[in-house]
């Protein structure tokens, strides 16, 4: 209630599609910094909420509380979120962002598409590793299929579509990529996010140290998934490659908010 009271307050508690200070909008209607202070400003109340995050949990943690932390008036943290799921949105983006570089970085030294595909996956665990903790908190809201915190979103396109092109360098930086079908090499970057969606439920549920079960369960599905992707080149399985394009194409890219199904 007090979040909501000081919204009302401030004014500050903007629709989506706000504008930012230079005019700029940005999706769930947070403010697009304008300069280097306001960017600065922006990554401190990220930094402090994920931080009260980790030490209160999600729940307990309003935004009068992180603004207070931050050093920042309560209308100065609704300026750039304009509600607390938002900074979940934020710390997706940066994940994500993080995520991507390091995956990249990583996979430069191959070609091999069973190997680049395991890095990616990988680097995926390394980077969220210091959120484990309190990953499920998190889910708990995920889940809810009219959240904006699904990965499924509207609000989730922007890290979503960061993730896809990293899968779509995966693939297309690997040798498989040139012996596959084109219409296929269009689909699989969207089908191996879904891919490590799977991954990142098992991650939530894993409590075994350093998240071993994940790592292997990454370990042993990535060569079986190359394998069955290589043998989508042969003529033999092009009548199961079309059935199963169709059933990507007709059921699953559709629910995934602003996937253009082509």
């Given at each position: 209630?007090?979040?909501?009271?000081?919204?009302?307050?401030?004014?500050?508690?903007?629709?989506d599609g706000q504008r930012?200070?230079?005019g700029g909008l940005m999706a769930g209607g947070r403010a697009q910094p304008k300069t280097d202070k306001s960017e600065a400003t922006r990554a401190l109340i990220l930094e402090t909420a994920m931080r009260l995050f980790q030490e209160r949990g999600y729940e307990k943690t309003t935004m009068r509380a992180i603004a207070s932390e931050a050093g920042v008036s309560v209308g100065n943290a609704y300026y750039y979120f304009s509600a607390k799921e938002f900074l979940i949105q934020g710390f997706y983006d940066r994940m994500t962002h993080d995520h991507a570089a390091d995956a990249r970085r990583r996979m430069a030294h191959t070609r091999d598409f069973s190997e680049r595909l395991e890095i990616a996956l990988t680097s995926w665990l390394d980077t969220a590793d210091p959120y484990h903790e309190f990953s499920a908190q998190f889910f708990r809201t995920a889940a809810d299929p009219t959240s904006s915190l699904s990965p499924f979103s509207n609000e989730s396109h922007p890290a979503r579509a960061t993730a896809v092109e990293l899968f779509r360098d995966v693939l297309v930086g690997s040798d498989l990529a040139p012996k596959l079908d084109a219409e296929l090499v269009e689909l699989l970057p969207d089908v191996l996010w879904l891919y490590l969606m799977v991954v990142v439920l098992y991650w939530v549920f894993d409590r075994t140290p350093d998240t071993e079960r994940t790592?292997?369960?990454?370990?042993?599905?990535?060569?079986?998934?190359?394998?069955?992707?290589?043998?989508?080149?042969?003529?033999?399985?092009?009548?199961?490659?079309?059935?199963?394009?169709?059933?990507?194409?007709?059921?699953?890219?559709?629910?995934?908010?602003?996937?253009?199904?082509?």
């Open positions: 209630m007090d979040d909501l009271a000081a919204t009302n307050s401030t004014g500050d508690d903007r629709a930012g200070a230079d790592r292997e369960f990454v370990r042993r599905s990535t060569p079986m998934t190359s394998r069955v992707i290589n043998l989508s080149r042969y003529r033999v399985f092009r009548p199961i490659v079309r059935d199963a394009k169709g059933l990507i194409q007709d059921f699953i890219l559709p629910t995934i908010g602003k996937t253009v199904v082509k």
